[in-house]
């Protein structure tokens, strides 16, 4: 079995179309349609059910798939090792969301840019069931999540820190208990947001009738919530320097769930040195940041 075909092949399998698998390799599509044909008649036995427009993996591509990934990712670290670069080098996507990429990722992104320049960095925004399905296909090779739960079929992860929401307003308001937030006008991002879910199905648990205000951005988010429109559940570090100019009023209401920064890979995929390096970095960056 060539690699060629072996790299061609765990393409269409990821992204379960020949069209949009030649697009991601560069290739023809008729050069994507022979080659896996070639490993078709190599192996003896088909890897793909075409069903008329759409293709799934038959019995023997489901077994092959896990195989090839690893034969891909050997050859990667056996060429590195090899040629034994003084310092790392390769390119790596990351998922991320609006939260991390402003307030907490600069700092790593400073690093890399300066300390390891032959390392390409390319940030993706998506978040919660984006990230992971986008890690499962391997269009990302990392992803950042802040998620309750640290379980993720399919992936690996490591929890990076445990991450404080403080729920905000423009002024103090008196919110002795939950059902008191529903007195109040209600700011929010998108849904899909862990933090946003999670504090809506709190709310939920004591009225049915829930509706947000809702804004595109934290950015967008904390100037309504200055501006007085309402109150806003959002991870602490994305609103600090608001709360210490006083421009933000943290409110005494603490959410009854626990979210997690993590950095998540496809479960089984051996991280290439580059890496492992930025998961050591984003590691003792996050630490550091407490």
Do not use: N
């Amino acid at each position: 079995m060539e690699l060629r075909l072996l790299v061609t092949f765990e393409k269409v399998a990821t992204v379960l179309s020949f069209t949009r698998a030649a697009a991601e390799l560069a290739y023809a599509q008729s050069s994507v349609t022979s080659q896996i044909r070639a490993l078709e008649s190599s192996l003896g036995t088909e890897l793909f059910d075409r069903l008329g427009g759409r293709i799934r993996l038959t019995e023997a591509g489901e077994r092959l798939l896990p195989y090839a990934r690893q034969i891909i990712e050997l050859s990667a670290e056996a060429r590195a090792a090899v040629t034994a670069a003084e310092e790392p080098t390769g390119s790596l996507v990351v998922g991320t969301m609006e939260s991390l990429t402003s307030y907490r990722l600069p700092p790593l992104l400073e690093l890399f840019h300066h300390r390891y320049p032959k390392v390409r960095l390319a940030l993706r925004t998506t978040i919660g069931d984006e990230t992971r399905q986008a890690l499962r296909q391997g269009t990302y090779d990392v992803g950042f999540l802040m998620e309750a739960e640290t379980e993720h079929p399919g992936l690996e992860s490591e929890v990076l820190a445990v991450e404080p929401l403080a729920l905000v307003a423009g002024a103090a308001v008196e919110v002795p208990g939950t059902a008191d937030l529903l007195r109040h006008p209600l700011l929010a991002t998108e849904p899909g947001c862990a933090y946003r879910d999670l504090f809506e199905r709190e709310l939920k648990s004591v009225s049915p009738d829930v509706e947000f205000m809702e804004f595109g951005t934290i950015e967008a988010t904390k100037r309504a919530a200055a501006a007085g429109l309402g109150i806003a559940l959002l991870p602490e570090v994305t609103v600090a320097a608001e709360l210490a100019e006083g421009s933000l009023v943290r409110l005494p209401w603490e959410p009854p769930f626990t979210l997690r920064t993590q950095l998540a890979w496809r479960a089984g995929k051996r991280l290439p040195a580059h890496a492992r390096l930025f998961l050591e970095q984003a590691r003792k960056l996050i630490a550091e940041q407490g």
